[in-house]
């Protein structure tokens, strides 16, 4: 399967994904953000350690997970994970565990799973919770800190990302 077959199953699989949780999926815009994606971390970063990748789970030559990892100074973030929302899917658990192992093999130090909250009242944090909990890692509270240079230019930035937010969820993409 080619590299772009692969992007577009992913986008389709994200868009299945947004439907069932947001019920605004929209395939070409998916697919031009998992494009840039893949142009500017995946392709830029093809060596003997590449620091991001995509994976995707299949049964029956049908995508039922995903999820894309991005890696800087020897550590990876979970960037996206989707699930076509099927009874019984194992796309997750056994992308994750090859997460690891991607992980593990590039010389990577860390592993982040990203995103649970410490202390779940949903059944849906619950599910999380647990979800990642059972990896027996460390839960740690991440601090994203910042030292502005320029600040009109951080504040345009800032304005940007937010507006790009807007249109990925009106376009249903989950970033």
Sequence with gaps: MTDDNLLRRFASLSVKFNEVKRGRPNEEAALKYYRIFWDKFHEAAAGPAPISTFFLAFQDDEARAGLTLNGFNGNVTQHS?????????????????????????????????????????????????????????????????????????????????????????VQGISP
């Design 81 to 169: 994970v989707i699930s076509d929302g099927s009874k019984g899917n194992l796309g997750g658990p056994l992308l994750t565990w090859h997460a690891i192992k991607w992980a593990r093999s590039g010389g990577q130090r860390t592993l982040d799973l990203v995103g649970v909250n410490p202390a779940p009242t949903s059944p849906e944090e619950k599910g999380i919770y647990f979800y990642k909990a059972r990896w027996g890692g460390t839960f740690r509270t991440q601090l994203n800190l910042i030292k502005v240079l320029k600040p009109l230019k951080t504040k345009v930035f800032a304005g940007y990302l937010m507006l790009q937010k807007q249109v990925w969820r």
